[in-house]
């Protein structure tokens, strides 16, 4: 009796391992290709059809390792679900592969729109704002120059901050990029006409801050007209011992990258606008030791920190605007502050001239001489915590 052979078994699931163009974002599976290159493998010599959904839209022929390649005709914007089977010489079809999933997306963005440019006559900088298509990307150009690229939020905002920028006349342009790398046509200009030359006041700038690390770094922090660059001085240096850039709302903060040494340090600054213009900050900052230090003002404001130990602060006439950031009023070490007989001459006159301010304590000697003890209380002061000379 003859026994019929066995019927092979069907063959694996081919698998879809890329597709081509992956435009704009690689990896996101958005394209403005909608001709894709399909590749993959599966059983060698086998006949692969291709569907999108439960459509059959085309088929391949797999070589003698199995893989295979098939481009599609034109398709439509919108999503795509890509899959694949396989059919062997035996006419076994295999299940369908995993599905690939893919957004066709041909059309342009709308051409973005500079809806504001923020900018002074007297600086190099300019803020633009304005809309685009929501999550896009904005590319800004300064005449036919690409500048610099900003991202539209999930409402189409965006703002770009062009620096930087030379004397003279200045047309802004951007252009939308969406997810699948489509392009719009460009925005109308926005029109800027830069001058750094025009008389402006002297830059200025402040110490806000200064704290000395543990590993004996010390980071200073300030503010400063937006952009401006900021070059630190240790104790009337004839060179800065470093610099660094106001960032856009005139913050500033700059870490010394070795150890200072041991002793009483005075820093100063200079502020640098991006015309050229340099002036002297108008104050000091001063860092004490962890040991009993005699810190002194001077005419100009100080920022203090006595960095430990049993410290006397030195005030004399016309001392400015001061502040000690660490002062202690209590305990067998606590601080004193040391005045003049022509500023005060007793501790009831200090306290007539001192009022509480929020966390701090300040003490108004007139004439623009104010003295702010940091994270200080009025009613922690006592008698003791000053001299007077």
Known sequence: MNVPSARPNAPDAPKISSFSNDTGVAGDNITSDNTLTLKGTAAANATVKVF???TQIGTATTNGSGAWSFTTAKLADGAHNLAAKVTDSAGQTSAASATLAVKIDTTAPVAPKIA???????????TLAGTAEANSTVHVFDGKTQIGTATANEKGAWTYVADSLSDGSHSFTTKAMDAAGN?????????V?????????????EFTKVVQNWNDTVTFK???DPHSQISIYDNDGAKPIGSVKAGSDGSWSYKTPSAVSDGVHSFTATVTDKAGNTSS???????GTNSNDVLKSTSANELFKGNGGHDTFVFTSNFGADTINDFRASGCGHDVVQFSKSVF???ADVLAHAAQSGHDVVINAGGGNTLTLKDTKLAALDKADFHFV
């Open 345 to 347: 001459d007793n501790f």
């Open 193 to 205: 006409k830069i001058d750094t030359h025009t008389a402006t006041p002297s830059p200025s700038a």
């Open 116 to 126: 504001s440019g923020d900018a002074a006559a007297s600086t190099d900088h300019v």
């Open 222 to 224: 300030g503010t400063a």
């Open 281 to 287: 900050v108008p104050g000091n900052a001063v860092l």
């Open 52 to 54: 999108d959904g439960t």
């Open 183 to 191: 392009t719009s046509g460009a925005s109308s200009a926005f029109d």
